[in-house]
């Protein structure tokens, strides 16, 4: 146990890390001799191997990372003569003695960034007339431009939200990390529960539960089109046996499940059918409705393949030519073969998390999707158990106050709450604290509720009417 | 059940919560021969609660029914006995994100208070994490040990009865995350420090005043945390509502016809109704300042 802990501190090859300089995040993986680029400079990965997670580096000539310092965290000196106000600093352009060559020939020198900082200052005739916190605030713009230490951290859903809240929010649909953290609250995803995740957020969402899982019970991933999008999930650089409690289904089969057509060994045909046709020889299985549509998703590459493959059938002249078009045919052969194994796997995970939500007994829904919220809370709702919470996010208001709308008019649910949460940074300095920035709107909205049994027979409860009209509710209030 | 696990049906020594409507709940323990008394009647546990499954209605015996549900973390929050001023799941989503608690962390907090954020802590860390809090209040301490112990969650947590200021958390060099909620989490900052695992790790201090929050930074700055953050999130829940406006009336003429087809009834009384969001007229509009930080390497 302590063994396999002080492995997980280290940096290894093939990890998944995060590259951090100030507050910009880059999530990486660390591989020998590539190149990659970050925060526009070059870089290589090489130097960080076998260094402590939590470690920062400066960027050296040539891209590679030099070994941290000790104490990098050191004030430029001469900061101790201050002015009181700026009533004699006037903006003539020229308080920069330095010119714009001189900088670059002193970056050209290989002068660390802290050196060209402490030159600038010396240099900034009106710096000694500005106040301690104009000083202040000169450096630490002058430290972010020149400054050039980056650290490399351990992924985690914490850093990788704000990394893709920062750098594409439009990928995963404006979800802003606080809300990210209402969900999976709002959610109790917590270890050994079974949960049904439905993201169109690259896989964040899913990193995410899958995070506060550890491991534990199970998560399956509903998914449009052909595969499930995982790019911000690996990105995380969950350990094998993570994946082993990870289930797929695709979301165009959720209809056939529910009403029981769902047949997996017509799956099974139909993928033998359609390794036939790559390999050449015309199969005459009959087709349904069902393995059409999979093909138009998944049977693309086998159609394409199987095109050429006949005309090397035809050709026997040439023998060059012909051994020529044979290795090509056996190449061809292996990757159907490839093809087929895969395809194997695939329906193999999909009979897996088909009967995993047959049994209607998952323990939450979590739904983030850049689709219309209600049609899949209305399907996916009905494999989860009663008393179980869900999530629904949605980046508008309006289609959550119509899910809310259908969902009260279906039943089933209780606890409904729309809501937003707003966060805001603070700036925290002697004699300097306020506010730094409102962030609001672009968080997106949370639909969450709790499921309960539905009701078999119409009884007139008391509760019966969450939603009042307006006007007679403190009425009601009295009387209940 | 547990607050750790679910279970599916209801057995004797369970916590249920017996939800009445959204804003009127309880938490009750099913026992055998137990009745428990609310405003649609009596349950009997033996019949009405043992062997249910959670979720289910239960009819009381005035005809009135109420759910029964699984307890969460989120819903204790919401019915637990208040012994001081708690967290709630806003503020406790966050923490628990920004510390990035995941099962096998290991987190030391003080004060525990009413357990609202244990729950939530403990919840999360199951089943190989452990969770270290201290609360100075002798009786609070042992509350929150009786709780945890009828919660089945015990085995997760360590309460101790003491000074964090001064005594710090009893253990060192162990914790993957620190969380201080008190009223001078400054002079707690080296015993947060001592705490946290060698290599590193991350701490959160809630506090309501800013004057607080000033010097928790300044200490936390002195004591080499780095990546000094203070957030607030604020909740805004939205009420679903159908609202209908009146529709002016012009009198008759021409243009009479085109008027909205969505419109009901006629003359002095046509109204529009539309689906909308009303914000309640009281909302929290402040619980406290986030402060958090890394113990970093170097």
Known sequence: MEKISVDQRTIKEGDYVVLQRENVFKAVQVQIKRKIIFEKQWLYLDSVIGQLYGTSFEVAAGGTLQAPKQNPEKNPKGTKEAGMDNRNIVDDGRSQKLTRDDIETLKEQGLKGQEIVQQLIENSSTFRDKTEFAQEKYIKKKKKKYDNTITVLKPSARILALMYHGREPGKICYLRYDTLAQMLTLGNIHAGSKIIVFDTCAGLVLGAVMERMGGYGSVIQMYPGGEPVRAATDSFGFPEHFYKTLHEFPLCKVN?????????????????????????????????????????VEGKGDSAQAAPEEDSMEVTSELPKDREKEERAARRENKAQEKKVKQEEKRKKHKEAAALLQERNADGLVIASRFHPTPLVLSLLKFVAPSRPFVIYCQHKEPLIECHTKLRERGGVISLRLSETWLRHYQVLPNRTHPMLLMSGGGGYILSGMTVAMDTATSSGPQQTEEPAPKRQKLQDTET | MSFVEY?????????????????????????????????????????????????????????????????????????????????????????????????????????????????????TIAPTGHLYTVEFHEQRAEKAAEEFREHKVAHLATVKNQDVCKEG??????????????????????????????EGGRMCSFSPCIEQVQRTCLAMHEFGFKEITTLEVLLRVYDVRSVSLQLPDFGEGDSAAERDPKETGSGQQATAVCKSCVTPRGMAGHTGYLTFATKSLF
Not at chain 1, 266 to 287: F, I
Not at chain 1, 289 to 295: A, D, L, P, Y
Not at chain 2, 39 to 48: A, N, P, T, W
Not at chain 2, 51 to 77: A, D, I, M, N, Q
């Open chain 2, 7 to 123: 279970g599916e049906y209801i057995r004797e020594g369970d916590i249920a919560i017996v939800f009445l409507g959204h804003e009127s709940m309880f938490p009750v323990k099913a026992q055998h021969g137990t009745q428990t008394q609310t405003k649609y009647g009596v349950i009997r546990h033996s019949s009405d609660l043992i062997g249910k499954r959670f979720g289910s209605k239960v009819t009381c015996s005035k005809g009135g029914w109420v759910y029964v549900l699984h307890p969460t973390p989120e819903l204790w929050t919401q019915n637990l006995p208040h012994r001081t001023q708690i967290l709630y799941s806003t503020d406790i989503s966050m923490i628990t994100m920004m510390l990035e608690l995941k099962p096998g962390s290991v987190v030391c907090e003080s004060g525990t208070g009413s357990g609202s954020l244990s729950h939530a802590i403990i919840r």
């Open chain 2, 169 to 198: 958390f009893g253990v060192v060099g162990v914790a993957d995350a620190v969380f201080l909620d008190i009223p001078s989490p400054w002079e707690a900052i080296g015993h947060a420090k001592a705490a946290i695992k060698e």
């Open chain 1, 256 to 296: 056939s499940l529910l009403d029981g057509t769902l047949c997996l060994d017509e799956d099974q045909k139909e993928a033998v059918s359609t390794v036939d046709e790559s390999n050449g020889t015309t199969s005459n299985a009959p087709q349904d409705s069902v393995q059409k549509t999979e093909e138009e």
